[in-house]
């Protein structure tokens, strides 16, 4: 079913129309993956786990970049909080994350420069006004946020601003499905592909994983009509037996890409190994400052002499994140773990699976 206009996304009736089309096309048991915390929350609020059929299993994958940041990397922005004449320059969902004694919030409050932004060219601007400061910036997350922080840094480069530092720990999500592919104890049907990294990456970054791996995928919107329209493609494709990369997010998202954004990402980032929590590292994973930016690269700018701690004791977010376990399964989700007092970053961050399902799905 082709949606003509953008309007038509928010239309009841096409909505209507799509699950009747799932339910009736659906006859084998699937498990499909969406790999974007939006789509995760989106999925939650609109009640889709309700209205399709109970034999398709939604899971919920690596798709949120605070959940996915490993817990050596967390106790690494507390330790640059703790440092003199630093201020830590965040997004809002990283401050309540547990570090392995402290948060970045808990710092906060016992005095530490560290500051909630809504965009890189905040922290920018920050360090314009703190000449005597200096000011790092966390940088996490997917394709999608990564090239504004390569703006930033492209910017201070002009400017000559020589107080300004970036802590990468951005992620790449293809090299994350390969991964999870390779992995024998996933079990995935299909590829709810991610929206908002894939107006950054295009259609065609995802096509070597499809070519070797031949999983059904559909990249999809975040309305409920768009997420619907990616399940019934998805649905269709299982039950056809016949495979596609589908894009069913046409009015945003393009074969190749955001060229811009991504000439920039290459001018300044590297690819590199990266850490995930609970899948561990994957090679050509993550981003790091190329040495031509080295003078902005936080790694290098301060001696961070952090042990690689392990995640913490009974936490399931790493089954959770390769789509293993629910947050139910979970021994300390609502006993232990709720939003007042978060255990691991799945329960945090306002795309985390825990939030997600403790917020709306109940016990």
């Not at 190994?273 to 190329?290: E, F, K, N, Q, V």
Request: with cysteine.
């Amino acid at each position: 079913m082709a949606i003509k206009y953008a309007e038509e996304y928010r239309d009841p009736a096409i909505a209507r129309q799509l699950i009747r089309q799932i339910r009736e096309r659906s006859k084998t048991p699937i498990r499909l993956m969406e790999v974007c915390g939006t789509h995760t929350m989106s999925i939650f609020r609109n009640g889709i786990r309700q209205v399709i059929p109970e034999h398709i299993a939604l899971l919920s994958g690596p798709g949120c970049p605070v959940c996915v940041t490993s817990q050596w990397e967390i106790d690494a922005f507390v330790a640059l909080s703790q440092i003199e004449n630093v201020i830590v320059a965040t997004f809002g969902d990283l401050l309540r994350v547990p570090g392995t004694d402290f948060s970045l919030q808990e710092q906060r409050a016992a005095g530490k420069d560290v500051r909630m932004v809504y965009s890189t060219f905040d922290a920018l601007e920050l360090a314009k006004k703190n000449p005597d400061r200096n000011v790092v910036f966390l940088g996490v997350g997917f394709e999608t946020t990564a090239p504004t922080v390569a703006a930033s840094i492209f910017s201070a480069q002009q400017a000559g601003i020589g107080n300004y530092f970036v802590y990468s720990a951005h992620k790449l999500v293809p090299p994350a499905l390969f991964a999870l592919l390779e992995s024998e104890e996933v079990n995935i049907d299909g590829f709810i592909l991610p929206g908002h990294v894939s107006t950054i990456i295009g259609v065609d970054a995802y096509r070597p994983v499809f070519e070797k791996y031949r999983v059904p995928s559909a990249v999809a919107g975040f309305e409920p009509v768009d997420i619907l329209r990616g399940i019934d493609a998805l649905v269709e494709q299982v039950e056809s037996g016949e495979p596609r990369l589908e894009n069913v997010y046409a009015r945003a998202v393009n074969d190749e890409g955001n060229k811009k954004a991504m000439a920039l990402l290459a001018q300044v980032f590297a690819i590199c190994d990266a850490d995930w929590r609970g899948i561990g590292t994957i090679p050509a994973s993550g981003l790091s400052i190329r040495d031509e930016f080295a003078t902005f690269d936080a790694r290098k700018a301060f001696d961070l002499k952090v042990e690689r701690t392990e995640e913490p004791k009974g936490c399931a977010c790493g089954d959770i994140l390769k789509g293993l376990v629910a947050p139910p399964g979970c021994p300390l989700y609502r006993k232990v773990c709720t939003p007042a007092s978060p255990v691991g970053p799945c329960m945090v961050s306002s795309e985390g699976t825990c939030a997600a399902y403790y917020r709306y799905h109940g016990e």
